[in-house]
């Protein structure tokens, strides 16, 4: 985007602990800096302990845990370290324009040849994970899958 501003973090945007956990439909509670809540992550009540000055948290039920309400919105919907910062309104412009990322394209052989070796990464780390394909059907698959890349990378390049 021409024109945009870099945006950084900044910890002290940070919203207060507690009323973060309030806005997210929980209710800590009990003395001291360590509250009681229920736990999103696996839908259990008061399993969950939160910091009030930190904002640290750690269900004692699942084990999810994180050191601050920044931890707690990356993990809770899966975003990016930014994203989440930016959510939480804990960004600022640093007065810098931002740079626009060059574009790679690969060739289509070198589109090809990746492929080729992530899916046989994938396979790989599929058949070697405990349990991952009980099938023999789904295991013969995945082979066959990875295979047929194989010969289609090798007619592309002969």
């Given at each position: 985007?021409?024109?945009?501003?870099?945006?950084?973090?900044?910890?002290?945007r940070?919203?207060d602990?507690?009323?973060?956990?309030?806005?997210?439909?929980?209710?800590?509670?009990?003395?001291?800096?360590?509250?009681?809540?229920?736990?999103?992550?696996?839908?259990?009540?008061?399993?969950?302990?939160?910091?009030?000055?930190?904002?640290?948290?750690?269900?004692?039920?699942?084990?999810?845990?994180?050191?601050?309400?920044?931890?707690?919105?990356?993990?809770?919907?899966?975003?990016?370290?930014?994203?989440?910062?930016?959510?939480?309104?804990?960004?600022v412009?640093?007065?810098?324009?931002?740079?626009?990322?060059?574009?790679?394209?690969?060739?289509?052989?070198?589109?090809?040849?990746?492929?080729?070796?992530?899916?046989?990464?994938?396979?790989?780390?599929?058949?070697?994970?405990?349990?991952?394909?009980?099938?023999?059907?789904?295991?013969?698959?995945?082979?066959?899958?990875?295979?047929?890349?194989?010969?289609?990378?090798?007619?592309?390049?002969?």
């Amino acid at each position: 985007m021409e024109g945009s501003m870099v945006k950084r973090f900044d910890r002290d945007r940070l919203p207060d602990p507690i009323s973060f956990f309030e806005s997210e439909g929980l209710n800590p509670k009990g003395p001291g800096p360590w509250k009681t809540t229920a736990c999103q992550f696996h839908g259990g009540s008061d399993s969950m302990r939160v910091n009030a000055d930190s904002g640290a948290w750690r269900c004692m039920n699942c084990g999810e845990s994180g050191g601050d309400v920044l931890a707690y919105v990356m993990k809770l919907r899966g975003l990016e370290f930014m994203e989440a910062a930016e959510s939480l309104g804990a960004t600022v412009d640093d007065g810098k324009p931002s740079r626009p990322k060059p574009k790679t394209t690969l060739t289509p052989s070198a589109a090809l040849a990746l492929i080729q070796s992530e899916t046989w990464l994938i396979a790989c780390t599929a058949l070697s994970t405990a349990g991952a394909l009980p099938d023999p059907a789904d295991r013969a698959r995945l082979i066959e899958a990875a295979r047929v890349i194989q010969n289609i990378m090798l007619e592309v390049t002969e």
